[in-house]
C-alpha cells in the first residue's frame, strides 16, 4: 500500500484534483454543464415541438391560409439557418452580436443559443413522429366532429411523443457534448474547468482525462436510459 501512495500515478492525482481543492473546477463546471444542457433541451422541445406542430398543420391542409403559410416559410428558413451553420458560430453571434451592447448572464446566452439549436433538430424529429402515425386515426378524429387541435392534442401527440422518445434522449446526449464550446465566451463549464486545472499544474493529461471520463460516464448512464425506454416501448407494443 506505501507503494501506491509514493507511485506518480498517485502524485499527478494528487497534483490536479486534490491540491488546493482542484477538484471544485470539475464539480462547479459539471453543474454548469448539466445546467446549459437540460434547459437548452427544455427550450428545444418547447420550440421543437411548435415548429413541428405548424408544419404538420400547413402539409396536412390542402389549401392553407395565409397565415399558415407564413408560419411554414418562417419555420422553413429557420430550420434552414440553424441546421445550415455551425453550432459555435451561433453561441458567438448570440454572445457578441444579439447581446453585444446588453449585459446578459453568460449562462442565458448559452442556453438561449443551444436551445435555438436544439429546436431546429427536435423540430424534425417530432414532425417525423406526428408524420409517422397512421393517417386513419386524425380522420376517424375528425369524423367524430374533434376539432384538428383536439385530435392532435389527444390522439396524435401521445403516440408521436412515445415514439420519439429514445431520439429524444440521443439529442440529450449530443446537446451535452455540444456544450464543451461554451467556454469560448467565458464560461466555466466541465471542459474548460478541466483546462483550468491544466493552467494552473502545467499537466494536461490528468485533467483533461478526468473531464472526458465524466462525459464518458454520462453518456453511457444516458445510454443505458434510452436502451431501457426502447424495450419498454417494445413490450408495450406488443402488449
Known amino acids: 500500500?506505501?507503494?501506491?501512495?509514493?507511485?506518480?500515478?498517485?502524485?499527478?492525482?494528487?497534483?490536479?484534483?486534490?491540491e488546493e481543492n482542484r477538484w471544485t473546477y470539475l464539480a462547479s463546471g459539471l453543474q454548469?454543464?448539466?445546467?446549459?444542457?437540460?434547459?437548452a433541451l427544455l427550450m428545444g422541445i418547447l420550440l421543437g415541438g411548435l415548429v413541428a406542430i405548424l408544419r404538420v398543420m400547413h402539409d396536412k391542409e390542402?389549401?392553407?391560409?395565409?397565415?399558415?403559410?407564413?408560419?411554414?416559410?418562417?419555420?422553413?428558413?429557420?430550420?434552414?439557418l440553424i441546421r445550415g451553420t455551425?453550432?459555435?458560430?451561433?453561441?458567438?453571434?448570440?454572445?457578441?452580436v444579439v447581446f453585444g451592447s446588453v449585459k446578459i448572464d453568460k449562462t442565458?446566452?448559452?442556453?438561449?443559443?443551444?436551445?435555438?439549436n436544439s429546436g431546429a433538430y427536435l423540430a424534425e424529429i417530432f414532425r417525423g413522429g406526428i408524420m409517422s402515425i397512421?393517417?386513419?386515426?386524425?380522420?376517424a378524429g375528425r369524423s367524430l366532429g374533434l376539432p384538428y387541435r383536439v385530435v392532435?392534442?389527444?390522439?396524435?401527440?401521445?403516440?408521436?411523443?412515445?415514439?420519439v422518445l429514445p431520439a429524444l434522449v440521443n439529442e440529450l446526449i449530443a446537446l451535452l457534448k455540444e456544450t464543451s464550446i461554451v467556454g469560448y465566451i467565458?464560461?466555466?463549464?466541465?471542459?474548460?474547468?478541466?483546462?483550468?486545472?491544466?493552467?494552473?499544474?502545467?499537466?494536461?493529461?490528468?485533467?483533461?482525462?478526468?473531464?472526458?471520463?465524466?462525459?464518458?460516464?454520462?453518456?453511457?448512464?444516458?445510454?443505458?436510459l434510452a436502451g431501457r425506454i426502447e424495450r419498454r416501448l417494445g413490450q408495450s407494443d406488443r402488449g
Do not use: H
Open 32 to 39: 454548469t454543464t448539466l445546467v446549459v444542457t437540460l434547459l
Open 186 to 224: 467565458g464560461l466555466r463549464d466541465l471542459t474548460r474547468g478541466a483546462d483550468v486545472i491544466r493552467s494552473q499544474t502545467w499537466v494536461a493529461f490528468a485533467p483533461l482525462l478526468g473531464a472526458a471520463a465524466i462525459y464518458l460516464l454520462i453518456v453511457i448512464l444516458l445510454t443505458k
Open 62 to 80: 390542402e389549401r392553407p391560409g395565409r397565415a399558415l403559410r407564413l408560419a411554414d416559410a418562417v419555420c422553413r428558413l429557420y430550420l434552414t
Open 134 to 139: 397512421d393517417p386513419g386515426q386524425t380522420e
Open 108 to 116: 442565458v446566452t448559452a442556453v438561449l443559443a443551444f436551445g435555438i
Open 86 to 96: 455551425p453550432m459555435m458560430l451561433q453561441l458567438l453571434i448570440m454572445y457578441f
Open 1 to 18: 500500500m506505501d507503494a501506491f501512495w509514493q507511485s506518480e500515478f498517485w502524485r499527478v492525482f494528487k497534483q490536479n484534483f486534490i
Open 152 to 163: 392532435m392534442a389527444r390522439i396524435i401527440l401521445p403516440q408521436a411523443v412515445k415514439n
